[in-house]
């Protein structure tokens, strides 16, 4: 018993010194068939304590090597009937069933195991290889899971973005047109009025200046150049009452120029040279040197286009008679110039 004891000399001794702590004993490794026919080795280690020396002493001669024999086969049987990735996966359990087995075996021995631990469990290099792969795959799955829920994520929200962005685009859009339109129509009303206005005032105008074919003539003449300009090939159509109107303004320049019109003859254009200045005094003998110089210029420019109306060269084109416009030009005799201003 524990506490003070008396010896006798020569009567008593003392025949074994027990420790009443907690003990704890690591068992070498130790080979052990698992359900699906793998050898794995297994480290244990047990934590125990001696509740009655006097048991411990007279009841079992070596309380230890006991205790490690029964370890070994509770443990065999234990792992006998579970696979290696139960074993790997359940070692609470099996640290419960093998206090339980060794605390009842041990009960009568004077001791009490407290906790059994597995300290290692280790596969055959196969197995580890194996079990490597299988976990390598196991995390390329996962990381491949995580990697779409991240992808499909990522494509949900970037969807909803191009869908928000889509919608805010079109709304601008919307707006913008709107708003050039109104723009637009604003514009062409306001460009409907003022050209309203410019025809009212351009209307206005003709009405009060009371304008004649003279002057529409004259206008026409102005508009032939921008007419013509250009490369390509043009028909023009000029309206009759044109034509009444250049004959009339001919025969106003005409008459202005004292020269008759002939509206029977062919028109010829005649130079009249720079206008003369009325304020300036003129000499009879110049209008009239003038004059006889525009006549020769016009009778050598008939002469001209009737040599180049000749047929082929050596063959004499037959001789016309002069028409009345001509006829005109080469005997009308020059009208006399008014006299000179008195100084």
């Known amino acids: 018993s524990a506490g003070l004891n008396i010896v006798t000399p020569f009567v008593d001794r003392v025949r074994y010194i027990i420790d009443l702590r907690e003990q704890v004993v690591s068992f070498p490794p130790q080979p052990v068939i ?27 001669a070596n309380y230890i090597q006991a205790i490690e024999q029964l370890t ?23 640290n419960q069933s093998l206090r339980g087995v060794l605390d009842e075996a041990t009960g009568r021995w004077g001791i009490r195991v407290n906790r059994v631990e597995l300290k290692g469990i280790d596969p055959p290099p196969s197995i580890k290889d194996s079990m490597e792969k299988q976990m390598r795959a ?21 969807a909803e973005g191009q869908k928000q962005s ?10 913008a047109l709107i708003l050039r ?17 410019a025809i009212l005032t351009v209307f206005q105008s003709i009405h009060d200046g009371s304008p004649d074919q003279a002057l529409l003539a004259y206008q026409y003449l102005q ?14 159509i000029v309206p009759s009452e044109i034509g009444r109107a250049l004959e009339g303004l001919g025969s106003t320049i005409g008459s202005i120029q004292g020269i008759p019109a002939d509206t029977s003859g062919p028109r010829n254009r005649v130079d009249y040279g720079e206008p003369v200045d009325a304020t300036m005094p003129v000499t009879a003998s110049s209008g009239e040197a003038s004059l006889s110089s525009a006549h020769e210029d016009v009778a050598e420019a008939i002469r001209s286009a009737e040599e180049a109306a000749t ?14 416009g001509e006829q005109a030009l080469r005997t009308e005799p020059p009208p006399t110039p008014p006299a000179p201003p008195q100084q």
């Not at 509740?51 to 007279?58: D, E, K, L």
């Not at 508009?223 to 023009?236: C, F, H, Q, R």
Request: aromatic share 4%.
């Open 166 to 175: 889509a919608i805010l685009t079109a709304e601008g859009d919307r707006e």
């Open 72 to 94: 070994m086969t509770t443990l065999r049987n234990i792992i006998g009937g579970i696979t290696l990735e139960q074993a790997l996966t359940s070692r609470d359990d099996i």
């Open 138 to 158: 196991d995390r390329d799955k996962r990381a491949a899971i995580l990697t779409a829920e991240g992808m499909r994520q990522s494509q949900i929200l970037t």
């Open 223 to 236: 508009m032939l150049p921008k007419i013509a300009e250009g490369d390509a090939n043009k028909v023009w």
């Open 34 to 60: 698992t359900e699906d026919n793998l050898v794995v080795s297994i480290d244990t280690v047990i934590y125990f304590q001696v509740t009655n020396p006097v048991a411990a002493t007279y009841e079992i």
């Open 181 to 197: 339109a109104q723009g637009d129509r604003q514009s062409r009303i306001l460009r409907a009025q003022g050209e309203g206005q």
């Open 311 to 324: 047929p082929s060269a050596g063959v004499p084109a037959p001789t016309s008679a002069p028409d009345a």
